[in-house]
């Protein structure tokens, strides 16, 4: 009988750990659109690239962005060269690379 409260609490918490995965994912899906959005929309990407914590995207016009909004997504530095931006978000650079080859396409 004491095995069935251990299968109970362990279907339990797969639930929780479900609901938790499904929760972030939107989170992310919707900070993502809001970077493209701040990177002046998908019609302003030309390309997205990352490298270890560094998300690279080149844009047609860098002087719609929005900068501050970027950094208030979590970005740890912005750095911007010509018509490219290289901004620091750590782990999830090569999530949001994907996510947003996925949109410009």
Known sequence: ?????????LLVLIVITLV???????????EVNKLVKYLGGKDNIINAECN???FKVILKDTSIVDKEGIQKLGAKGI???????????GRDAKQLKEYIKGIIK
């Open 1 to 9: 009988m004491e095995w069935i409260q251990y299968v109970i609490i």
């Open 52 to 54: 270890m914590s560094r």
């Open 79 to 89: 750095v911007e060269i010509d018509n490219q931006l290289k901004i620091i978000f």
């Open 20 to 30: 938790i995965v499904k929760l972030n994912s939107k989170d992310f899906s919707s």
